[in-house]
Nanobody
Framework: QVQLVESGGGLVQAGGSLRLSCAAS????????MGWFRQAPGKEREFVAA????????YYADSVKGRFTISRDNAKNTVYLQMNSLRPEDTATYYCAASGGRKLLRDASVADYWGQGTQVTVSS
């Protein structure tokens, strides 16, 4: 089992920044590819960003490329999502997820573990 706890969400004005954190406990964190997903009201959960177990490989949704940065600190069992130049359309609940069997986690349906989510609201 891996437990994931997100934090860092909040209310921010358009153009602002937030940094989300996802703290993991349980099994060896460095064995897992990690991903961030988000879900807005009335919409399906969508992929945001992914990072390999080593941290050397990252991948982003086109909608956040150049604005968001995913990173991880395996010594702290934590993955981060730095979000800059936020837009109202980034408003959603953000979830981190872990996958033990893939190099990158880009598909929500194959995630092994999920956090409870943290709300991000961007005002215009």
């Amino acid at each position: 089992q891996v437990q994931l706890v997100e934090s860092g969400g909040g209310l921010v004005q358009a153009g602002g920044s937030l940094r989300l954190s996802c703290a993991a406990s349980g099994r060896t964190f460095s064995n897992y590819a990690m991903g961030w997903f988000r879900q807005a009201p009335g919409k399906e959960r969508e992929f945001v960003a992914a990072i390999s177990w080593s941290g050397y490989i990252t991948y982003y949704a086109d909608s956040v490329k150049g604005r968001f940065t995913i990173s991880r600190d395996n010594a702290k069992n934590t993955v981060y999502l730095q979000m800059n130049s936020l837009r109202p359309e980034d408003t959603a609940t953000y979830y981190c997820a872990a996958s033990g069997g893939r190099k990158l986690l880009r598909d929500a349906s194959v995630a092994d573990y999920w956090g409870q989510g943290t709300q991000v609201t961007v005002s215009s």
